[in-house]
């Protein structure tokens, strides 16, 4: 099967996804054909060194999202603490305060939804370890969009609750462990250049 | 294709919102007010959003609901208490200087806000000194904000913001619990005009000091964004003040030429004096 050309890949993760962040992104070359979308449950403290702890290791650029950027490639976008990160289809980012969902905010779920919408079937979209069902909701949507599931495998993931959930909802996602999905995500590079 | 379609439809539903009843969220950035229409979608149980239209058009209950999906925002008293610890170290000290202020709180949704830029002014001496706006395009948003009712489960987090905000008093002072809801005192209301205004297609709002408009402009698309921006220019006197959410900036703006940066990390702008 002939699939759609990935644009995009969006992570997801909770407990323990920094730690998954470090392996599967390390190895990603500064000239990454792809972007990279990334919301985490973080404490909602305005100020989050996230995105500098994770440049810290990386070759490619990391850095908070903000409001009606656009997307480059090589770069890796974290949801600032407390505001839901969303992506449009014109390809620029969104943040919005809408109600948590979940109890978090930002949401793996709002996150994924409207990767489904602006991607279709040309998204990867990917849940971490993590202790809650955030996730599941917006993995299955990008799997009725035809965009390509993976989950962290639970039996491996720090935290299992958030991929075992995101697999009960989409049994059809690929289940892989970190060294996997860093091999994944490379390859997919390649794919991606044509 | 399926969302072609949808997007198709959500146009149409804005359209109609707008021909008919006179709210415009055509230039609302997509993604957000999409999902916003798809949770009312599916809280009314409409099949489609077609289906949600033809409702909204025929019959007059279904509007309330839609609006108050795309417009109700919940906040907290004294959001971002360094924001507020800015405005109270920094900003007063030029209000000061004014023998009488205006604040306009745009886009004030339940009144957070306004009460807590009063409760501020007035523990910094200058609430009696001060006509304060807040404005909304939604009536359910509005009576809620004049009534100054919330649930008191919320009350601990407000109280540790005001207090991380350099709150001189003590927040209990303000309001009364009953029920399982805080009643915040009239008093505080007693300088505050609520008032219906639409940021985007109502006009100049009259000679403020300093303008607080957070967590709205992100909603909107970037056109949108420069008419509120030069909206709020105009509305502000010469080297007054206009504060933003932690995530808003003037940066990509059109608008930039009118502000300088006055408290860039607070994201607090103060209009150029010529």
Redesign the interface.
Known sequence: MNRAPIKAVVIGGSAGALQALFTILRDLPENYALPILITVHLPPERKSIFAEILQSKCQITVREAQDKESVSIGTAYIAPPDYHLLVEKEGTLALSSDEPVLHSRPAIDVLFESAADAYGPSVVGIVLSGANADGAKGLKSIENAGGVTIVEDPGTAYASAMPQAALDTCSEAFVFSLDQLAVYLKNLEGESRI | ?N?VLEDLEIRLLLEALYERYHYDFRSY????I???LRQVREKLGFPSFSAMLEGLLHDTTVLPHVLGYLTV???EMFR?P?YFRAIREKVIPHLRTYPSLKVWVAGCSTGEEVHSLAILFREEGLEQRTMFYATDISQDALKAASSGIYGLDRIKLFTQNHQRSGGKSSLSDYYSAAYGMASFDKTLRERVVFADHSLVTDAVFGEMHLISCR?V???FD?TL?DRTLKLFGDSLVRKGFLGL?????LR?SNQMGSFLDFDKEERIYQKRGS
């Open positions: 294709m969302d950035a997509q993604a957000s999409k999902r916003r925002q919940v906040s971002d360094t967590n402009l992100i909603y970037r964004q959410g932690a995530k808003e900036s990509f």
